[in-house]
C-alpha cells in the first residue's frame, strides 16, 4: 500500500494483488523470460480463468496449446491426487513402475506407427524432439537433420538450433552442427503468382537441389517439420507438399519426424495432425496437451528405428513421472469420452468462420488460416503479406487482456493472432471471445 498527497488532498492507493505479483516477478525473474501479458492467474477452470484480484478472463492461449481438455478436468486432478498418494518418483530406468507402461501401450495403440510400435516418455516437448534426433541419427548412421523456417522445436541447444525465430536464440551460439534450413511451403508469402500445384512441385524440385548442392542425401538421418507450425503462425503445409515430402525420404533412407507438440489430441481435430495428410511418420514427438498441464511428452516410433538404439542413450531422471503419467492417462480417457477430435472440429469451424467474416470487415488481415482448431489471423500493413505489423498485434493483445480475453500472438514477426482456447470452451463463451477480439481489433484499426 502507499500513500500519496496531492495539495494538501491525501490519497491512498492500495496495489492489487495483480500489479504486486508483477512487481515481485520483474524483480526476481531474469529479463530472458519472456512475459506474453499482464495478466496473473490463481484459478482455472474449463475455458475460464481468474486472475489474483478476482477478475475472470475467457482464455484463448490455453497454456499454449496444452489445455485442450480445458484447465483442472475433474477426472485428471482425481487422477493426480490418487497416484501421488501411492508413488511420486521412483526413475523408471532404476525401477519400472506400471503408470509408464500403461500409457506407451495407450499411445502406441491409439497413434500406431506402421505394424509395430514402440514408446519412449519424456519431460516436455523440446526433450521429445532431442530424443527423436538422437533416435534417428543411431537408427541410419547419419548426422544431418533438414528443419524448416519458421519451426519451432524448443530452447534446448539443439532445439534452438532447429528454431528458426532468431529472437528465441540471441547470444546462445555456437548450436549444434549438422543442421540443414529449408523454407517452408507458405503459399501466402512464397507463392510468387503459381497455383498450388505447381507451387507444391516447385518447392519439392526445391528440396530436391537442396540434397545435390547443400547436404547429400546419404549424410541426412531425418527431415523434422511440423505440420502447422506453432510459433511460426500456423501455417499449414500444402497436403500433396508432406506426401511429396514422405515419398522423397523413403527414397533416400531418410526418417520423417513430425512435431506434433502443439497439433496433437484433439486441436486439428484428430488425434494427431498427420492423419489428415495420409501419412505414417516414422518417428513423432509429442507433448503439451498430452498430461493437461502435467510436465509429460512421447516419442513414438517404429519399433524396427526406435530399437536401432544403444542402451543407455535414452532415459533421465524424471522422464514418464508416475504422476504426470497417471495425469496422461487420465486426460486421454476423459478426451475419448468427450470426443475431442468433434470438439476440436467444432471450435475450429466456429472460428474460421468468424474469422473469415471479422477479415471482409479489416482491411489488417492479410491472412487467416489454420487446420481444425487451431486457427489464425495474420496482420499486415497496406494489404501487403511483406509488411508484416507486429505493433498491432501487441495493441490488440493488450485491448483484449483489458476487456476480458487472454489471447496470444504467433508468427516470426510476432503480427499472427492465435486462437488455442481449450476445446471444451462452451459456444457462448467461444463467441463472447471472439466479439471482444472483433471490437478491439476494429477499434485499433479505425481509430489509426
Request: glycine residues 10%.
Amino acid at each position: 500500500m502507499a500513500a500519496f498527497s496531492f495539495f494538501g488532498i491525501g490519497l491512498i492507493y492500495i496495489m492489487k494483488k495483480s500489479e504486486s505479483l508483477i512487481a515481485r516477478r520483474n524483480a526476481i525473474v531474469p529479463e530472458g523470460m519472456g512475459m506474453f501479458t499482464p495478466l496473473t492467474v490463481a484459478s482455472g477452470r474449463g475455458a475460464m480463468i481468474t486472475d489474483l484480484d478476482g477478475k475472470s478472463y475467457i482464455d484463448f492461449a490455453g497454456g499454449i496449446g496444452v489445455l485442450n481438455a480445458g484447465h483442472c478436468p475433474r477426472p485428471v486432478v482425481d487422477a493426480i491426487a490418487k497416484q501421488s498418494k501411492e508413488l511420486l518418483h521412483a526413475c523408471f530406468p532404476v525401477a519400472m513402475y506400471e503408470p509408464y507402461v500403461n500409457l506407451c501401450e495407450t499411445i502406441a495403440k491409439l497413434l500406431p506407427h506402421g505394424r509395430s510400435t514402440k514408446v519412449m516418455l519424456t519431460n516436455s516437448g523440446v526433450e521429445a524432439v532431442e530424443n527423436a534426433v538422437k533416435i534417428a541419427r543411431q537408427a541410419t548412421g547419419r548426422q544431418g537433420v533438414i528443419c524448416f523456417g519458421g519451426g519451432f522445436h524448443g530452447r534446448t541447444l539443439l532445439g534452438m538450433s532447429l528454431t528458426s525465430k532468431t529472437g528465441y536464440k540471441m547470444g546462445c551460439g555456437p548450436f549444434a552442427p549438422e543442421v540443414y534450413r529449408i523454407p517452408f511451403p507458405d503459399y501466402y508469402k512464397r507463392n510468387d503468382g503459381l497455383d498450388p500445384v505447381k507451387f507444391v512441385k516447385r518447392e519439392l524440385l526445391s528440396l530436391e537441389e537442396f540434397l545435390r548442392t547443400t547436404v547429400d542425401a546419404s549424410q541426412v538421418a531425418a527431415v523434422i517439420i511440423e505440420l502447422v507450425q506453432g510459433e511460426g503462425g500456423f501455417v499449414v503445409a500444402p497436403r500433396e507438399y508432406v506426401q511429396g515430402l514422405a515419398k522423397l525420404c523413403r527414397r533416400n533412407g531418410i526418417l520423417l519426424i513430425v512435431d506434433e507438440v502443439q497439433t496433437g489430441f484433439g486441436r486439428t481435430g484428430a488425434w494427431a495432425a498427420s492423419s489428415h495428410y495420409d501419412i505414417t511418420p516414422d518417428i513423432s514427438t509429442w507433448a503439451k496437451s498430452m498430461g493437461s498441464g502435467m510436465p509429460i511428452g512421447a516419442v513414438i516410433g517404429r519399433a524396427d528405428v526406435m530399437d536401432k538404439t544403444t542402451k543407455g542413450t535414452l532415459g533421465g531422471t524424471y522422464l514418464g513421472n508416475p504422476v504426470a503419467c497417471a495425469a496422461s492417462l487420465a486426460t486421454i480417457s476423459y478426451m475419448k469420452k468427450i470426443n475431442i477430435n468433434q470438439k476440436g472440429k467444432q471450435v475450429g469451424k466456429a472460428v474460421m468462420t468468424f474469422f473469415r467474416k471479422l477479415q471482409k470487415e479489416c482491411p489488417a488481415i492479410g491472412d487467416v488460416r489454420g487446420l481444425g482448431a487451431m486457427t489464425a489471423f495474420e496482420l499486415v500493413k497496406n494489404k501487403d503479406a511483406n509488411q508484416p505489423d507486429p505493433d498491432l498485434a501487441k495493441k490488440l493483445i493488450t485491448a483484449c487482456a483489458a476487456n476480458g480475453l487472454l489471447i496470444i500472438s504467433a508468427g516470426t514477426s510476432g503480427n499472427v493472432i492465435r486462437v488455442l482456447s481449450p476445446l471444451v470452451i462452451s459456444s457462448s463463451q467461444l463467441n463472447r471471445g471472439l466479439n471482444i477480439l472483433r471490437k478491439q481489433l476494429l477499434h485499433l484499426t479505425h481509430s489509426s
